[in-house]
């Protein structure tokens, strides 16, 4: 078989060529975009799961589907050895420019500008490989204590309000959450509670590890009835065997069911081991038709 021509992508976030198994989620996540962007009040996720369950790819997948329906989007990822400030401040900026760009009035654009260059002389953030250059006074006051857990709800409030007043709302993708230290989380997590207390237009998709839910809860009591945290997990054999076939067919290949359902029983309906089996699968084969001697042999 050709592998260049080879549709399957075990990675780490690399989109397989067919998301299986993930409908439920994906339309949790069409109505609170929805929902917000009316105005309503509807519970931020935080997508919860082992390495390797697909958690990154539905984030992506979350981003597009936010930006379909007229949201900006910020995604990050958070990092061991960088502060939430350090990974958002940049991001900001770009949406607050962004907006400013957009036709109408600019006074909580300019505002959010304003806010944001005191947040980041208060936190002493330093940008070493990316002067932010905001050309405008802070604005004394307002997200400028020091503290995160202060200053973060102020200013995406702000933000959430520069959005408003274009009439568009703000999805913030944030990967790896677990990543943050306890005060950064807690700040997150106090942020999202005056959106919801505002209801204004931003909305929180996070995704972690398992324990992501337990951090939340000892970090603010209050977590659980502010986020829904669905569990991403292993797919259903026929699920996990539409995600093989699938990619198989649209090459214009065949692959017999017995190889399916060896894959699908090795896999344990585990994502990336689909996509490492689909892989080694294809490459191995002869012929477009891999049968299940031949991925015995590769089993070996
Ligand atoms: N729903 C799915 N169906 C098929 N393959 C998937 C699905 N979700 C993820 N994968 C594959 O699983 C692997 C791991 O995905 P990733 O998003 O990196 O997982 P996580 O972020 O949870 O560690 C990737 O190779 C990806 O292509
Ligand atoms: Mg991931």
Redesign the pocket.
């Known amino acids: 078989m050709d592998p260049i021509r080879n549709p399957f992508?075990?990675?780490?976030?690399?989109?397989?060529p067919?998301?299986?198994?993930?409908e439920a989620v994906l339309e949790q996540v069409r109505i609170l975009l929805a929902r917000v962007k009316q105005g309503k009040s509807e519970k931020s996720l935080l997508l919860t799961?082992?390495?390797?369950?697909?958690?990154?790819?539905?984030l992506t997948k979350m981003c597009d589907q936010a930006e379909a329906v007229g949201y900006h989007t910020i995604l990050i990822e958070a990092h061991e050895d960088k502060s939430l400030p350090v990974l958002l401040a940049p991001q900001l900026r770009n949406l607050l420019y962004k907006l400013d760009r957009m036709e109408g009035a600019k006074q909580q654009i300019r505002r959010g500008l304003a806010v944001l260059k005191s947040f980041i002389s208060s936190v002493k953030v330093t940008f070493d490989d990316m002067p932010l250059g905001l050309d405008i006074d802070p604005e004394q006051g307002t997200a400028d204590t020091g503290d995160l857990e202060l200053d973060l709800p102020d200013l995406l409030a702000v933000v959430a309000q520069a959005a408003a007043e274009r009439g568009t709302a703000v999805a913030l993708l944030i990967d790896e959450l677990q990543y943050f230290s306890e005060k950064e989380l807690s700040a997150l997590i106090m942020a999202m509670h005056r959106m919801q207390q505002r209801q204004l237009p931003l909305v929180l998709i996070g995704?972690g590890l398992p324990i992501l839910p337990r951090l939340a809860g000892d970090s603010k009591s209050y977590a659980e009835r502010l986020f829904s945290f669905p569990q991403?997990g292993a797919?259903e054999p026929a699920d996990a065997a539409r995600?093989i076939v699938g990619p198989v067919e649209t090459e214009g290949a065949a692959i017999e069911p017995a190889a399916v359902d060896a894959i699908v029983a090795m896999a344990q309906g585990y994502?990336?081991f689909?996509?490492e089996w689909g892989y080694q699968a294809w490459n191995g084969a002869e012929s477009s038709l891999p049968n299940l001697s031949r991925l015995n042999r590769l089993l070996e």
């Not at 992508?9 to 397989?16: I, V």
């Not at 067919?18 to 993930?22: D, K, S, Y």
């Not at 799961?49 to 539905?58: E, P």
């Open positions: 992508s075990p990675g780490a976030g690399s989109p397989p067919e998301l299986v198994g993930r799961g082992l390495r390797g369950v697909g958690k990154t790819v539905l995704a991403i797919l995600a994502p990336y689909i996509q």
